[in-house]
């Protein structure tokens, strides 16, 4: 079996987050020491469903602290759909407030335009995070072979740690929109 490189570019949108997010001053952060006061980059992948949501909300109970950066993703088939691109800026603007108000962490957030497992794990490589925390659909395995699983590829491909949050049944079936 030979292995085929994969050096295509993507394309990907930074996403302006909203400026009610006040700036943590370093003076906050005194308590914080060594490590701690470094803080770490954590990629969440995000997308619509309630099971990104329910991974989301772990990670802020109890992944992150003080000091780290969490960096969304989201994957989309085309970034020249607006309403698209509108929707999950939209989730990603809430996403970060949230983030804020409960864990006191900086966000960061990028549309990137690709097939997701590809896409965060590219993303994995640029930013060397700590960690990177998805949810899954807690399909059985017969079905995420037969289906395909995003989370699944992350698992094999990814080079940094993935974190694989399984639903609970509190993360409910409705979507985020």
Known sequence: ME??????????????????????T????????GERRRGRNIIIAVDHGPNSKHAFDWALAHFCRLADTIHLV??????KNDIV???TENLMAELAVE???????????????GDPGKA???????????????GTRGR?????????????YCFHNCKTAPIIIVPGKEAGEESVL
């Open 3 to 24: 292995t085929i490189m994969e050096d295509e570019e993507c394309n990907w949108r930074e996403v302006k987050l909203p400026a009610m997010i006040p700036v943590v």
């Open 26 to 33: 370093p003076t906050e952060l005194d308590r914080e020491t």
């Open 74 to 79: 989201n994957a989309v088939s085309s970034l």
């Open 85 to 87: 691109y509108q929707a």
């Open 99 to 113: 983030a804020f108000q409960i864990a006191m962490v900086r966000t960061l957030a990028r549309i990137v335009e």
């Open 120 to 134: 965060i794990c590219k993303e994995a490589d640029r930013l060397k995070p700590a960690a990177v925390i998805m």
């Open 140 to 152: 059985s395995l017969i079905q995420s072979v037969l289906l395909g699983s995003v989370s699944e």
